[in-house]
């Protein structure tokens, strides 16, 4: 099977082979960054499964792990995949900060399970991603009055800053379908603090 990546730019193929998974990615050398795939998994567990490295004029990731682990792990059989930003070039000696425990996320539409959201996700940059529970939260730049590419989902979203910059974050879970929140979360110290991985 095989997993589209980067808005279809790139892949991530899994093959099974007597007991052990191969797994086998390509995305396209944007110059962005260091970039981390990632598998979920009908059990509704996530894996990472390595890092994009350089092979000309591509970043390819290979990994061979047994079927045994992954199923341990609830990440088999494999239902999806997505490569995240981990490290960007954005500044001279260090990528841009992010809050702790959150990621760079590279291809919003692939982790959004309604095809609705899916198309008005296309184009977002500077999206954010951090495991909660059986799911995940995704936070994407947020400007009082500018455009917003969310707007079917924002009544279920909050607002949060970090570092000078506003957020929009929502859960989603693990299919990538929106929970709607029970009560807003309160302000989180990782957030305010300004701390960076």
Not at 85 to 94: D, I, N
Not at 146 to 161: A, D, I, N, Q, S
Request: with cysteine.
């Amino acid at each position: 099977m095989q997993f589209a990546l980067a808005g279809g730019r790139g892949f991530l193929r899994v093959q099974e082979e007597g007991g052990k998974i191969h797994l086998y990615g390509e995305l396209p050398e944007d110059g962005q960054g260091i970039y981390k795939g990632r598998i979920q998994g009908a059990g509704g567990g996530n894996y990472l499964a390595g890092t994009f490295l350089p092979e000309g004029r591509k970043l390819c990731l290979r990994r061979v792990v047994s079927r045994e682990t992954l199923n341990e792990l609830g990440v088999w059989p494999v239902t999806g995949a997505e490569a995240v930003l981990a490290f960007s070039r954005g500044k001279p000696g260090g990528g841009e900060p992010v809050p702790t425990g959150w990621t760079r996320l590279s291809d919003l539409p692939a982790r959004l399970g309604d095809p609705l959201l899916r198309r008005a996700a296309e184009g977002v940059a500077g999206a954010l991603i951090r495991p909660v529970g059986e799911g995940v939260e995704i936070a994407v730049p947020f400007t009082a009055g500018g455009r917003f590419h969310l707007t079917p989902l924002f009544c279920l979203m909050w607002v949060w800053e970090w570092g000078g910059a506003r957020y929009a974050s929502v859960r989603l879970d693990k299919r990538g379908w929106p929970i709607a929140p029970k009560d807003r979360p309160r302000r989180e110290p990782e957030r305010s603090k300004g701390r960076t991985d």
